[in-house]
């Protein structure tokens, strides 16, 4: 909604209302005695409304709100979002001023505070706020209000800042052992091939595929045979964190069951990733390529912050060859652990 | 200076402003302006938490006993006072409550206490004030007020958010000690331009002032008014009560411009004869016991008749009879007559006073749209009283029962020989003069024998006036410092025979009855003698220092003649260049702030209106009548607007306001907001601070019946609101359910209590 810049409210505090309500009383009180003296009375107490609205629009003139978003938000997770003020104007302060800052045209619940902008000076703060919801969240403005100078009114006005924020889906604690547990049954599974980084596991026959560089000489030659070097150390694995959107029930249950299924997903990659593993990602029709490192960790939440479910099913896309399979079923409450696929789509569970 | 000493200055300033303002008026004594001063100095040193505080902490208990009996006190003393309440107690009370706050200053609340009271005191001052001291108190008040709702706002604002707002766990956790320590939040240039608006609204306040209307409805009666400073000239006067003639009150009973006095160039000359002039007021006619009082006898009324004046006016004749018998027409007696214009500013009674002999009254026209004038009544023996009255539009009027100064035009016959003196005799009825010739029948016989014997070679009344004259002078003195010999019933006859000394009102009161029982009718005079010319505002300022009394003798072809038998005493000292100008000021805000009524507001409009070339209409003239329907047309116009204006916030607010935003929207909001609602009435608001789940769960801490579904409520709440998630309004009906069933009474799902929550 586009902000108009000369629109105020000034609705009046409790404060503002017992003195609009004395006001009256004494200019009744004036009026109906004649005397004078109360006239003046009563014209000071107007003249210092008047005083009022006037200071507090110079207050919220000639400001300039700017937004400091953090790098990562996760739906759920309380963020500080900074908020900078600057007072462009040249001789006076702006006092008590307050900023709300507008999340879809209402004002979030948390408010900065700022006490003295002296003239020409910039100040940051920030409030403590959570978004229950990931995907995108469209910061709208500002509502900048003050009580200045006497507290009587509340006026504000609204000034356009859009800003666009992707919140992450919310990271819920994976216990280690099941990332283990997961691990390990790869590693029995799967072609530990591209694991030579690790501790030692053990020896195994040379298999077509293998890399030669693995083979065990000296075991080779005395048994006759190739023979390569398993590692226990997963780093160098490859998995892709399946999302198995369609599989959720219609209706509001399925949402919800969707929802976690993607924070479940958000929160596996993001362990393997932690642990040195060639992550990548397929959902809906999003599928990012596995890799490593905390770029990836960034593609893959922005692209489940984004993703939405698919009523249908879709075409899957192509797993990379060696790479091993982390399923996240909606309503399941663990991901399942499948070894590597040779090329091809993925395989779909029953 | 640090924000909180500031803060802590400005507010004992303001408390000082304030009772600057009502010390203005005269009506707080001495020793309560010195209670005053010296426990607000006390005050000053007492903090919560030092010596004298922990002091005063345990005498507490003292100090609200001895607030709640001094509140019992004032209550008996107002209501003692009923039917005419006097407010007095209640001032005293104020005052009172304002020290004990100033002691008792803990949190903003104490501060803000001592704010209304304040402004309790100056609306108390208001009230009573009639001089311009409490301009300057009223001015500092305000410039003081706009720094002092300044801090208090800063302060309360340091407080709220940096010590709430903030959790522990916050890095932006400010502690407001800190802040409310800190020298650079208010400095020099914010005194230096929050003093400027200090200024812009005095300056507004004297707009308004002199804008809105002075209608005066005086639809509610309230407490009277007491006024300060003023005269008492009442219904009887009582020899020594020395009420009149107090040498040491010099408060401003009148000032009169006086066009021939003001033409005298020698300031010699002018003081002489501004020294020698008579203000007559009261006349009294019956003497009783050393009292003079009015008879009251229809024969003595004074007639007043209503004749054209030159300028197109109206003025009132005293004594027509005279000018048919001396065939000159009203207009040339006016003509020849001195002219004074005077302003009545301090008389609880209102006497018209004029030079002595006055011939006519005039009142200067209200303008059109004025509400409340002045008119004139006759009383008795030639005095003519001051009538406020409120004038209704259907042309009704009504005779207002306080009198609050006013301005008006009267006429004396000039001290150049009257035409027709001697020659034609106006002869005043047999039974008008037997009432100036009453003598009390308890009078003693050595008076009538002393009379006798003053006037025995005095042939004419005027002799006989010359021979008491002399005698008195030559046998008595003046002395203000009054004796009386209790076994003489009359203190005339005291005065006469024994003190041999004494001040006007007994050698006015010797004079009136020696020449009674010689056979001259007199009356006796009230009024003042002399006056201080002001050279700033060209006009002569009468105080109550210069009350005199004096008889008025009928002396047939004479006609009735002024009497003065008291000798000659000092005189008052005439004004200095500063006190002129005090003066000066005085009449100026006597007749633009004490004294500004409708008639000033619409000669003002008026010349705005001249001076934008619109022209008006003449004074006196019937000048241009609005049409009823034109005012009904624009009253409903304005009301419209009004209502439209109106209708027009509350449409706003519901669709935009902080409140409302919870009200419409979701049926989850409205449910929330109708929940917040309901724990606000049971004292558990949600602080500005808290999240919906902060709340919740400090709820849920506190163990609060019902805190389990108001945890659930929350979370929705804060799904729907920030996640924008939809709930299902079959959950909504639920929670609803729920809260309906623990506010009436029903114990929820988990077998809690009722609860205090929903």
């Known amino acids: 909604m586009k902000k108009r810049p000369w629109q105020r409210r000034f609705p009046p505090t409790r404060e503002g209302w017992w003195f609009l309500a004395t006001t009256l009383l004494v200019g009744m009180a004036a009026v109906n005695a004649g005397v004078n003296l109360l006239f003046l009375v009563f014209g000071m107490m107007l003249a210092l409304i008047v005083a009022s609205g006037v200071m507090s629009e110079l207050c919220l003139r000639d400001l300039v709100v700017t937004r400091r978003p953090p790098s990562t938000v996760h739906a759920g997770a309380p963020f500080l979002m900074g908020v900078a003020v600057r007072n462009g104007k040249r001789q006076l302060p702006t006092f008590s001023l307050e900023v709300e800052d507008l999340l879809a045209d209402r004002p979030v619940e948390r408010r900065c505070y700022y006490l003295k902008l002296p003239a020409g000076r910039a100040q940051e703060t920030a409030y403590k706020h959570m978004l229950g919801r990931r995907g995108r969240h469209q910061f709208t403005g500002f509502r900048i209000s003050t009580r200045f100078p006497f507290g009587f009114i509340r006026k504000s006005r609204e000034i356009d800042a859009p800003a666009e924020l992707v919140v992450y889906p919310a990271l819920i604690p994976v216990p280690e052992s099941v990332i283990r547990a997961g691990l390990a049954e790869l590693g029995r599974r799967q072609d530990p091939s591209r694991s030579r980084s690790g501790d030692f596991h053990g020896l195994r026959e040379f298999r077509s595929g293998d890399d030669p560089r693995d083979i065990h000489w000296r075991t080779s030659a005395k048994r006759g045979r190739a023979f390569v070097r398993e590692c226990e150390e997963e780093t160098g694995m490859t998995v892709v964190v399946l999302l198995e959107g369609e599989r959720a029930v219609p209706g509001p249950e399925g949402d919800a069951a969707f929802e976690d299924a993607v924070s479940l997903a958000a929160s596996v990659a993001v362990a393997l990733l932690r642990k040195g593993l060639n992550v990548g990602l397929h959902a809906a029709d999003i599928g990012l390529p596995p890799a490593s490192g905390g770029m990836q960790a960034t593609q893959i939440l922005r692209a489940l912050a984004l993703v939405e479910r698919a009523d249908a099913e879709r075409t899957p896309a192509p797993i990379p060859p060696g790479a091993a399979i982390v399923r996240v079923t909606p309503g399941a409450l663990l991901p399942r652990f499948e070894p590597a696929v040779r090329g091809g789509s993925v395989r779909r569970t029953a | ?758």
Not at chain 2, 399 to 405: A, D, H, I, V
Not at chain 2, 620 to 643: E, H, Q
């Open chain 2, 1 to 758: 200076m640090r924000f909180h000493v500031v803060h802590k200055l400005v507010s004992y300033l303001l408390a000082i402003a304030a009772v600057a303002t009502l010390v203005s008026t005269g009506t707080v004594p001495i020793p309560t302006l010195g209670l005053l001063l010296v426990f607000g100095v006390v005050s000053w040193f007492v903090e919560p938490g030092n010596r004298l505080g922990r002091l005063l902490d345990r005498a507490e208990l003292v100090f609200n006993l001895g607030a709640l009996a001094f509140f019992a006190v004032s209550l008996y003393e107002v209501v003692r006072s009923f039917p005419e309440p006097d407010l007095t107690p209640v001032l005293n009370l104020v005052l009172f409550l304002l020290v004990y706050k100033l002691l008792h200053r803990r949190s903003n609340r104490d501060y803000l206490q001592v704010y209304v009271l304040s402004f309790l005191v100056v609306l108390a001052g208001a009230w009573l004030a009639q001089t311009v001291l409490f301009v300057i108190g009223f001015c500092s008040y305000v410039v003081i007020a706009t720094w002092t709702l300044i801090l208090f706002h800063l302060r309360h604002e340091i407080e709220d958010n940096y010590l709430v707002k903030h959790l522990p766990d916050s890095a932006e956790k400010v502690t407001a000690a800190r802040v409310l320590n800190s020298r650079r939040v208010v400095g020099r240039s914010f005194f230096l331009v929050t003093g400027l608006v200090g200024v812009a609204v005095l300056v507004g306040a004297a707009l308004v002032f002199a804008m809105v209307p002075r209608v005066g409805l005086g639809f509610l009666s309230g407490a009277t008014r007491r006024r300060m400073s003023i005269v008492g000239f009442s219904d009887e006067v009582t020899l020594g009560q020395h009420g009149v003639i107090s040498r040491d009150n010099e408060t401003v009973v009148l000032r009169a411009q006086v066009p021939h006095i003001a033409d005298v160039k020698d300031a010699e000359d002018r003081w002489r004869t501004i020294s020698t002039l008579y203000w007559r007021g009261t006349v009294y006619d019956r003497y009783e016991q050393g009292q003079w009082v009015r008879s009251r006898r229809s024969v003595n009324a004074t007639a007043l008749t209503r004749v054209p004046t030159a300028t197109g006016g109206w003025a009132y004749m005293l004594d027509p009879s005279e000018l048919q018998a001396r065939r000159r027409n009203s207009g040339t007696v006016l003509k020849e007559s001195q002219k004074q214009i005077i302003q009545v500013v301090g008389l609880s009674f209102p006497v018209a006073f004029a030079l002595d002999q006055p011939v006519a009254f005039e009142m200067i026209p209200p303008l059109m749209g004025s509400f409340v004038t002045t008119d004139f009544s006759g009383k008795f023996s030639g005095e003519v009283a001051l009538k406020p009255i409120r004038m209704f539009p259907s042309g009704r009027t009504d005779t207002l029962s306080e009198f609050n100064g006013g301005q008006y035009i009267a006429y004396s016959r000039s001290p150049a020989p009257r035409a027709g003196v001697g020659k034609e005799a106006v002869a005043l009825p047999p039974a008008l003069l037997a009432s100036y010739l009453d003598v009390p029948a308890a009078i003693s016989p050595r008076m009538r024998d002393l009379a006798r014997t003053i006037v025995a070679n005095s042939a004419t009344p005027m002799a006989k006036v010359q021979a008491v004259t002399e005698w008195l002078r030559k046998t008595h003195s003046y002395t203000v410092d009054l004796k009386r010999d209790t076994t003489i019933a009359d203190p005339l006859e005291d005065f006469l025979f024994k003190q041999n000394a004494g001040h006007c009102e007994y050698f006015a009161s010797a004079a009136a009855i020696l020449l009674r029982l010689a056979g001259v009718p007199t009356r006796y005079i009230n009024g003042f003698l002399g006056g201080e010319w002001n050279d700033i505002g060209k006009h002569i300022t009468v105080r109550d220092n210069r009350a005199h009394s004096w008889v008025e003798a009928y002396l047939g072809t004479f006609g009735w003649v002024r009497v003065d038998a008291t000798p000659v005493s000092s005189q008052a000292a005439p004004m200095g260049r500063i006190a002129q100008l005090f003066d000066a000021i005085e009449l100026f805000w006597a007749q633009w702030v004490i004294l500004y009524d409708a008639s000033r507001q619409l000669d003002i409009a008026k010349r705005i209106g001249k001076g934008l070339g619109m022209g008006g209409a003449k004074r006196g003239s019937t000048g241009w009548k609005p049409d009823k329907r034109l005012i009904w047309v624009v009253a409903g116009l304005a009301g419209l607007i009004m209502i439209a204006r109106y209708v027009k916030q509350r449409g706003w607010r519901r669709g935009r306001g902080a409140g409302a935003r919870l009200r419409g929207g979701p049926a989850i909001f409205r449910l929330y907001r109708r929940v917040l609602d309901r724990l606000a009435a049971r004292g558990w608001s949600r602080q500005p601070a808290e999240t919906p789940a902060e709340f919740a769960a400090r709820l849920a801490r506190v163990k609060v019946p019902g805190a389990d579904v108001l945890t659930r409520l929350s979370s929705l709440y804060a799904a729907a609101r920030y996640g924008e998630r939809d709930i299902p309004e079959a959950t909504v009906t639920e929670l609803t359910d729920a809260i309906d069933q623990i506010a009436e009474g029903r114990t929820n799902a988990d077998g809690d209590p009722p609860a205090a929550a929903a």
